[in-house]
């Protein structure tokens, strides 16, 4: 709907933002986690923002709209962290805040927030090793390539609806497979279609949120080691 369009396009261009500041404002190398605010930013979206930078980072992120008085925000975690503990800690600084493990939103004062941002980077500074801040893939089953067809993933799709606390399963390939043809998606070529050579089928994957730029080594080392959610195209 044309509702969902301006809504996608309205977080496109607070996550762009959000990629300028850490460029400009962030010491990726010493950050643990990203906390950035904009008086421009919409409440509506800055939760997928925050969702999709920790997707990038994996950092904790903290993305807020900057009120006259007041900061306004959703946070998102990482698996090392109880982010909804972590913001308890400092629940002095805060006017209102709820959430679980992973994601959690909060309201404070203007006046508070650079301390609360710099108790929150000192805490998780003690807390998170650099091991935390690698990402890990949870593979659930690896399967042979004669097993990727429809009817091998009916099961899976029957357990739907999946979301929080019940994630799509994650399947790998045994084998390594050759990638035919890389192109983008998107109205700024930011997502990516991969035509692959899996035995002797072609079979078409799609990465989000990946340019095709990103794939040019990968295809010409020529083998890629595969880890995907099966979806049907209908």
Not at 134 to 163: A, K, M, N, T, Y
Request: charged content about 25%; aromatic content about 8%; hydrophobic content about 45%.
């Amino acid at each position: 709907s044309v509702q969902n369009a301006a809504r996608q396009e309205l977080c496109e261009q607070i996550y762009r933002q959000a990629l300028e500041k850490i460029e400009r404002e962030v010491d990726l190398t010493k950050a643990r986690a990203l906390m950035l605010a904009d008086h421009a930013w919409h409440h509506g979206v800055v939760g997928i923002v925050a969702s999709r930078l920790v997707e990038k980072f994996h950092l904790p992120a903290f993305v807020a709209v900057l009120e006259e008085h007041d900061v306004k925000g959703s946070a998102r975690g990482i698996p090392a962290i109880d982010l909804f503990e972590e913001i308890s800690k400092h629940a002095a600084l805060l006017n209102k805040f709820g959430g679980h493990k992973a994601a959690a939103g909060f309201s404070l004062s203007v006046a508070n927030w650079a301390e609360f941002q710099d108790k929150v980077q000192n805490e998780l500074k003690g807390i998170l090793t650099d091991e935390d801040l690698q990402p890990v893939l949870h593979i659930d089953s690896p399967i042979p390539p004669s097993d990727l067809h429809l009817q091998g993933f009916e099961g899976v799709w029957g357990l739907s609806p999946f979301g929080m606390g019940f994630a799509k399963p994650v399947f790998s390939l045994q084998e390594a497979v050759s990638i035919r043809e890389v192109q983008g998606l998107g109205k700024g070529q930011e997502h990516t279609k991969l035509l692959l050579h899996i035995g002797q089928n072609v079979i078409e994957a799609i990465q989000w949120r990946v340019p095709p730029s990103e794939f040019v080594e990968v295809k010409k080392s020529g083998r890629l080691q595969l880890a995907f959610t099966p979806n049907k195209a209908f």
